[in-house]
């Protein structure tokens, strides 16, 4: 029996006519992704497996980390070690191992630093950043728990016992929110000892004067909640309520979907060019011959020949804003000429701070200092501040 719709004449030309718009249509559509495509390739992923607004996949950092990591094998690689009589000629690896110890710490803080400019809102400041330890913050700390001390705002300039260095200070502009993060590449080694509980109590010294501190530092820049957070590089079980987050939980304190997986990526590949530089170092150790599949040779003298002075001290990728300035109650005639921290010479910031420095920006923003209430504490998630 013949098929009637495929001989004829009809249907020929309905194939023909279904085939020019599929045709049509597949053009208007090609080209109408090829002009927002690159806009808004991030709603390519489906919204409901996202927690976060904002989203970062390791391919759009690839790059920087790669650069961040050369140089920091690059430092670790440049390591003149001191002879030692008990290490003998493993003295190299030894200094290898403190070195990456060292790096892997700074590798950290760079990275999470770049990762922030995935969420536009995120102001990151670190760096020599001194927050002093104000008397009366340090007495109320160690004195009370810290849920007791809410709406409690102490003068960033009075008197003071020392200084406390965060590693990073991510501002949430939107939220009005900080974290005073101090960042670990493992908290194996702090055991059962009180370095731990000493560094909370630092941390949250220093957070009851961080909102007088960066409204009088940052350009009025204001926060009315305060949390302290330790990173755990390991990524070992977590205690929020004890103030230490695992570093695979960081998507919920910078608001950016994948930031954990692109941290856990980031060790993986640091961890694989650590070991190809223990590997060779093991071997000249032991007067091994170098096999031909070990490839960290190569790595090791191009490292050794780029590394500059900037490198050694392992500079940050992009220049941010950065405070320095020293504790009230020291002079700078203990730091000489070589003093870094503002008090001794005009503090520099960076440009790229959104037009805060703007006259007109300022005189149009409704400034209203102190805040009512002002609350400190562990770092909670944002979603659930």
């Not at 070589?338 to 805060?356: L, N």
Request: charged share 25%; aromatic share 4%; glycine share 6%.
């Amino acid at each position: 029996m013949t098929n009637l719709h495929t001989s004829s004449p009809a249907g020929e030309v309905l194939r023909a006519a279904t085939a020019a718009s599929s045709t049509i249509s597949s053009l208007a559509g090609s080209t109408s992704r090829r002009h927002v495509g690159e806009r808004f390739a991030v709603q390519a992923e489906p919204p409901v497996l996202r927690r976060q607004a904002h989203l970062v996949r390791y391919a759009h950092v690839e790059a920087d980390f790669d650069m961040l990591i050369d140089r920091a094998i690059a430092a670790i690689a440049d390591g003149e070690p001191v002879e030692d009589e008990i290490l003998g000629h493993y003295v190299n690896v030894a200094s290898l191992v403190r070195a990456v110890s060292f790096r892997e710490g700074k590798l950290l803080e760079q990275a999470v630093e770049r990762l922030a400019k995935s969420n536009p809102d995120l102001v990151v400041l670190m760096q020599s950043i001194k927050l002093p330890l104000v008397k009366a913050a340090i007495e109320a700390v160690a004195g009370n728990d810290w849920r007791q001390l809410q709406g409690v705002r102490l003068d960033c300039e009075a008197p003071a016992k020392g200084s406390y260095t965060p590693d990073l200070i991510v501002v949430n502009r939107a939220k009005h929110v900080a974290f005073v993060l101090d960042l670990k590449r493992s908290l194996a080694s702090y055991g059962d000892t009180s370095r731990l509980e000493e560094l909370k109590l630092k941390m949250l010294a220093s957070a009851m004067v961080l909102p007088d501190w960066l409204y009088k530092t940052q350009k009025r820049l204001m926060v009315e909640t305060v949390g302290v957070a330790i990173i755990d590089g390991a990524s070992r079980p977590s205690d929020h309520a004890a103030g230490v987050w695992a570093l695979s939980e960081i998507d919920d304190l910078l608001e950016i979907d994948g930031a954990a997986a692109c941290m856990a990526e980031l060790r993986v590949r640091f961890g694989r060019r650590v070991q190809q530089l223990l590997e060779v170092e093991a071997r000249r150790a032991l007067g091994l011959p170098e096999t031909p599949t070990v490839t960290a040779a190569p790595l090791l003298a191009a490292a050794a020949s780029t590394t500059s002075l900037h490198q050694r001290r392992f500079g940050t990728l992009r220049a941010i804003s950065r405070v320095m300035v020293c504790e009230e109650t020291t002079g700078c005639d203990e730091h000489g000429a070589e003093c870094t921290f503002g008090c001794c010479g005009d503090p520099t910031f960076d440009d790229d701070d959104d037009g805060r420095d703007d006259p007109e920006a300022l005189t149009d923003d409704v400034v209203s200092w102190p805040p009512e209430h002002i609350r400190i504490g562990f770092a909670r998630r944002l979603l659930d501040a």
